[in-house]
Each structure stands twice: as C-alpha cells, then as structure tokens.
C-alpha cells in the first residue's frame, strides 16, 4: 500500500462478533470477540486450522451463516458506515458480487455442474447491471482473460467438468471480480492448488489491488500464502484472535505459541538424505506408457486429444519412494491411476515385481491381488458415509478371503497404528476431522499388506500443521513396511521431504528425472525452475519459529 493507512477509513471493520453454534458442539462459541480493520488496498489474512473459526467470520460478513443454527449473537460488521448484521435478505443480496465478492474454497461446489461456464458468469451482470448480449459477452471473456484462463471464447461454452481443480478456481475468481468490488474475500482459495498456479492467483489478486483500491479479506492455514500477500494477519485458535499485527512483524517475531506451531509446521522443502545405490529389487517399472484422453468431441465436430501420458518411463525399488510433481493437468494423478488399475492406458507397460500388467479390470486386480494400494486427494469422498470406519477398512481383506474376524481385528489395529484409537471403528467418516480422515485412508490402503501405495495428494488440502503429521505417518509406515511408494504432489517442498527421486511432469511428459537432491539443488529444466521458484517462502529471523511439537488432534 502506498497511501498512509493512518487517514484511511476502513472499509470493512468486525467488533466484537460473537457467533454461536448449536447446542452438542465442541464449544459454545465457534468466534468469540472478533475484531478487525480492513483499510482500502489492503490485504488482511486471517490464519488457523480447520475450526479456528475463521471461515464463519467471512460468512457472517457474506449473511452466509445457517441461521437460527449458527448465528451472529453480539457485535457488529461494519461495511461502508453499514451494519451488515442488521440487513435483511435483499440488502444484502444487493452488495453481494457487486460490492462485497467472495471465492470459495472448493470451486466444484461452488460451480453449476450443468450450466456453461459463460452462463455462470453471465448472472452476476444480470444480478447487477443491464448490458446487451454482445456488451456482456465482451466482459465475461475479458474476465475469464484477467484470471489467465485461456483461449475465454472456447471456454464460455464448457462445462465446469471439463475444467482442471485449478481452471475452475480461476473461473470462481472471474465470478467474484466481475462487478470488481470494493471487498473481495478469499475463504482457501489456493488451498489445493498447485503452487505456479497459487503464485499467479497471488499475483492476480496484488495486481487487482494496484487497479481498484481492492481490499482483500484472505482466509488462509498457510503462512507461506501469508508471507506472499499480506499487509495484516490475525492469527486465530479456537474462535479467538491469539496474535494480530503487520504481517512481517508477525511472521518474524511470532509472539504467541499458537502463531509459532503454525509457522513450524510448514514444510521447509528439507531434502531426504539419499541412501546411495539401493540393492533392493524392483517393485514397479513403467515403460514407455501413453494415455490419450478425446474431450469436446460432437457428432459433427471431432474431440480434442490430450496426452496425459505420452511415452513415460520410470522405475522403483522397495523402500523407496518417488515423487510425480507437476501442476493441475500435467498428468501426474492418470499415472497414478494407471498403476493402481483404474484408468485403461492405451500402450507400453507397467510391470509390478517382474510381470506385466493388464491394463485394467478383472485381470489386473487377479495380477495385482491388492497389494497396490491408493491413498486419494479426498479423504471424504473415497469413504462410504454410510459404512463404519472399521468395516470401511476390513472390506478389502474379506473380499481377498480374509475372515471377518481376523478383517476387523486387523482394522482396528491398522487404526491403532495411524494414531486413531480403536474406537474409531465404529464410527462413521462425518465423524472425523480431515486429517484423521485420511489417516483412516491410509489404513484402508494398509489393510490389503500392500507392497506399493500410491498417494495422490495426499495432504494438499490439509492445514499445514495437520499436513505435518500426516507426511510424517507416511514416513513411518514406508519404513515399518518397506513400501515402495509413488508420491503425487504439486508441493515441491512436500516431495523434497518425501521423496527419494522425483519425476517432474509437465503436459504428460516427464520433463526432468533423478534424485530429489540433485533436481532440488540443481534443475536443469526451465519448467523445474519454474515450479521451484513459485514455492511461498517464509524470511524468519534467526530462531524465530523454532520447532515446536503440535497437540493438535487430527
């Protein structure tokens, strides 16, 4: 910011808010005495875990709360002289994309899956303003242009399934400036994105800002994020502001323990020190694999074809583990998938401990008898909600031949071992944070005493402080069982912890191969560099976030 924020009015000013939650909670409070300032052209992130509260503060901003459940019971939000708790419905439909916009965390939620990508943003100017049909035309692809989505006039007529996670984010984004408010607020936005794709998100956002005057409310867990855009930071535990202050002073000098774990806990991109030439034998090997996807295609107009896999090679050994690193659409999660067995590829060859493999179907589950395993990006989503954890995990070794005894007495172990307690078996997925969640996921994986895992994002959308324990489960469980494991991320910072070897893949092509250290410390790919160069970094002052344990249950 330039101006001296001293003279500015906010324009955008939380005192006081309390907000309740219904009775059975794990608290009465879900934000207790909230209270912030935001100044025109400024960003303010306010940073916690999940249930830290500060998702509910941009809703109640937003009149999003589930009211009478979850509702604001003391002080005020002010929005240019306003009380936006005292409005109604339609005051506040009024202010909504026009002067207050807001991007969400999961854009496939937040999307129609069955209308058109230009007809979605078509309803914001309808909403607000009258325009012809070519004027509106011209700012929808002027929009989707601004969020660097390309070839907009292709893209008005796709729907959001034809999208990346990372291009339907960018088409939120485009929503939310349309009407280029005077508010904007990000609840996560860049949680699980890759990270050249986060860094252009940032870099939008600061831009927009430069333009308009732009105040930007940031809802993060991620301290390198906040490292990257923010002017202010209030730091929230439990629905309580713990640490507030200008973002350098408090990702330099972190006054509270709090504020401290979360800045610990990010992933410093330490490199896990190479083991020399292992002996061990060869538990997958993948040659020259191709897999062509046809996409848009119409009785009179022909698809187009994307390689998602175009002539990969690469091999792993027992014990280790290999990173697949690339942004959304490189290709990294369909190699995932062809190994476990669930997407066809169409040539070459992928052989598990010496023997090919099937492309998929019944004879390569008969090939493969379980032991390759997947770990999946959403927890929630691979559980059945309706079945209990433990007969979730105990599924797999009944369906192999295992008793139903010995299947849950193995799950209830394998629970035991991920840091859950036995009583998690009889519990339900909704149960569970996100983080114990996927530690269910990995048990799930375990129970079939798989000799490969395949993890595909496993921690991209976690808090960092919980992403922290999770990487570390995987670490102990690769050497309690010398798994060999293939590593899916967009983290750089993630695989240089986890990894062995990374494979950097860049639009189905593996661009760069070799040992982490050697990749990390020396890429020789323009792209390599790209990706580490997009990777927030915190500049900490000597001792300033030294390591502390985290008590956080996940």
């Known amino acids: 910011m330039t101006t001296s924020t001293q003279t500015m009015k906010p324009v955008l000013e939380v005192t006081g808010l309390d907000i309740r939650l219904p009775k059975g909670g794990d608290r009465e409070l879900a934000v207790k005495g909230a ?61 909504r994309g026009r002067r207050i916009g807001m991007v969400f965390q999961e854009p496939m939620t937040a999307l129609n899956p069955v209308m058109r990508i230009g007809d979605q943003i078509a309803e914001v100017f309808d909403a607000h303003v009258n325009l012809s049909a070519a004027e509106k035309r011209s700012r929808i692809i002027a929009a989707l242009t601004d969020v660097g989505l390309p070839e907009p006039e292709v893209l ?63 809802i993060t867990h991620d301290f390198g994020v906040v490292s990257e855009i923010a002017d202010q930071v209030v730091v929230m535990q439990t629905g309580i502001a713990v640490e507030a202050g200008a973002a350098k002073d408090v990702l330099t000098n972190p006054q509270h323990p709090y504020t401290r774990k979360l800045i610990a806990a990010i992933p410093q991109g330490t490199m896990r020190e190479p083991e020399g030439a292992s002996q061990e034998p060869f538990v997958l090997q993948v040659q020259d694999l191709h897999k062509t996807y ?28 290999l990173g697949i690193v690339g942004e959304s659409g490189s290709g990294k999660s369909t190699v995932g998938r062809c190994i476990v067995g669930l997407n066809p590829f169409d040539s070459g060859r992928i052989m598990f401990k010496g023997k090919v493999l099937a492309a998929s179907g019944a004879e390569f589950r008969a090939q493969s008898r379980g032991k390759i395993q997947m770990v999946f990006q959403d927890p929630y989503a691979s559980l059945n909600p309706r079945h209990r954890v433990g007969a979730a995990i105990a599924q797999g070794p009944i369906a192999q031949g295992v008793s139903k005894a010995e299947a849950m007495a193995r799950a209830i172990e394998l629970l035991q071992l991920v840091g859950l307690g036995p009583e998690a078996a009889d519990r339900f ?66 695989a240089g912890e986890m990894c062995d070897h990374i494979a950097v893949m860049q639009r189905g092509t593996i661009v760069e191969y070799g040992e982490t250290a050697k990749v990390l410390a020396n890429p020789q790919h323009a792209y390599t560099r790209t990706l580490i160069e997009a990777v927030p970094r915190i500049a900490q002052q000597p001792g300033a976030a030294e390591a502390i344990p985290l008590e956080t249950s996940v």
């Not at 916690?48 to 937003?62: F, H, L, R």
């Not at 589930?66 to 936006?84: K, N, W």
């Not at 400036?177 to 986060?198: G, K, N, S």
């Not at 996927?438 to 960092?464: F, H, K, T, W």
Request: charged share 20%.
């Open 35 to 95: 209270a912030l300032q935001l100044l025109p052209g400024q960003t303010l992130c306010v940073v916690g875990e999940s249930g830290s509260g500060k998702s509910m503060i941009a809703n109640a901003i937003m009149g999003l709360l589930p009211r009478p459940h979850v509702e604001p019971v003391a002080g005020s939000i002010l929005f240019d002289g306003q009380d936006l708790l005292k409005l109604d419905e339609n005051q506040l439909r009024t202010l």
């Open 156 to 218: 008005i007529d796709s729907y959001p399934f034809r999208l990346s996670g990372g291009q339907r984010q960018r088409v939120i984004i485009a929503c939310a400036l349309a009407m280029e408010p005077a508010v904007l607020i990000c609840d996560e936005p860049t949680t699980a994105l890759d990270v050249t794709t986060q860094a252009q998100i940032l870099k939008l956002i600061r831009e927009l800002q430069q333009r308009k005057g732009t105040a930007v409310l940031f």
């Open 294 to 321: 046809v996409t848009g295609g119409s009785l009179f107009k022909p698809g187009r074809r994307v390689h998602a896999c175009n002539g990969l090679n690469f091999e792993l050994r027992r014990g280790q583990t």
């Open 429 to 494: 997925p909704h149960q569970f944070s996100g983080g114990q969640r996927q530690r269910i996921g990995i048990a799930r994986a375990l129970a079939m005493q798989p000799e490969l895992l395949v993890a595909d994002e496993p921690v991209s959308a976690l808090d960092v402080s919980v992403q922290a324990q999770v990487l570390k489960l995987f670490a102990e469980v690769r050497e309690k069982f010398q798994l060999a494991m293939v590593f899916i991320t967009h983290d750089l910072r993630v």
